[in-house]
């Protein structure tokens, strides 16, 4: 409940330009200063954020949470620089083995201003959703800094300001942001357990964020560890490209197909259907 109804609309003296305080765009005449067209402005813009002007917001990881935290701040006139060390924005669920889809409906996972088209799929394929995120990025205007790891930070107390310590394109770069914001997801690094004998395996091992997809399984034998929503996508991949799978299941879980799912236990809360009988937050 707290998380449901805390959702900040907007902060009084601090209102986004939009609607009727939306820009007008074009400027014509003398008396304006800045004869720079908006892609002048905006290269410009790129050019300088975190080079020749510090960004007063760093946000260290470029996924869904940072985009979204990003976009916010952009509409508040916040200069803000988004690092990432991925190749492109989305490249977080591209990299995603190949089968996998949001196991979220598609009303769970609007990005902020910009919702989803109403014909795209309940569960939304992970490369759409890399190319929704990477176009989101496009159009919100946002200051990306792709191939971009975060080596470190310290905070000066007298100065207020962070150093960050960061690597771009191979080269070692220094920011001095006010504010300094990690975005790196609860899934950012992968929890790999310790197995005696492992380093002896003559097989393949890996976490499941590093599993490609079935396709050259077919006639191997393979253990998925654990049961969750992911070891389940991977383990009927794997069957479905002709592997012998076993899944391997320390406490119980709920086995629910998602059909059932989606009709009996979210239909009248959590759904297009809920929404059109007037149900809200």
């Known amino acids: 409940c707290w998380t449901l109804l805390t959702t900040m609309r907007e902060?009084?003296?601090?209102?986004?330009?939009?609607?009727?305080?939306?820009?007008?765009?074009?400027?014509?005449?003398?008396?304006h200063a800045d004869k720079r067209n908006w892609l002048e402005r905006r290269r410009d813009e790129e050019a300088a954020l975190g080079i020749t002007t510090q960004p007063y917001c760093l946000i260290v990881g470029g996924g869904?949470?940072?985009?979204?935290?990003?976009?916010?701040?952009?509409?508040?006139?916040?200069p803000t620089l988004i690092i990432d060390k991925a190749e492109r924005p989305g490249d977080q669920w591209r990299g995603r083995y190949k089968s996998l889809c949001l196991h979220d409906p598609v009303w769970y996972d609007h990005m902020p201003y910009l919702p989803f088209p109403d014909h795209w799929p309940v569960f939304t394929p992970k490369d759409q959703i890399g190319d929704w995120l990477e176009m989101y990025t496009k159009v919100m205007e946002l200051n990306y800094w792709p191939r971009t790891e975060c080596l470190g930070a310290t905070f000066d107390e007298e100065t207020g300001r962070w150093t960050v310590e960061v690597l771009r394109n191979g080269e070692p770069v220094t920011l001095q942001p006010t504010q300094l914001i990690l975005a790196t997801g609860m899934s950012g690094v992968p929890n790999v357990p310790v197995y005696p004998g492992a380093e002896n395996f003559q097989g393949q091992q890996h976490h499941s964020s590093r599993h490609p997809g079935g396709d050259a399984w077919k006639g191997k034998r393979a253990v998925v560890i654990g049961a969750n929503n992911s070891a389940h996508d991977i383990c009927a991949d794997l069957v479905e490209n002709g592997a012998e799978v076993t899944m391997v299941q320390r406490s119980s879980t709920h086995i629910v197909r998602s059909d059932s799912l989606m009709e009996l236990v979210f239909g009248g809360l959590y759904s297009e259907e809920a929404l059109e009988s007037g149900l809200t937050t």
């Open 11 to 31: 902060l009084k003296g601090f209102e986004e330009p939009s609607g009727r305080r939306r820009p007008m765009g074009a400027s014509h005449g003398h008396a």
């Open 64 to 78: 869904q949470g940072g985009l979204g935290l990003g976009a916010r701040l952009k509409r508040m006139g916040v």
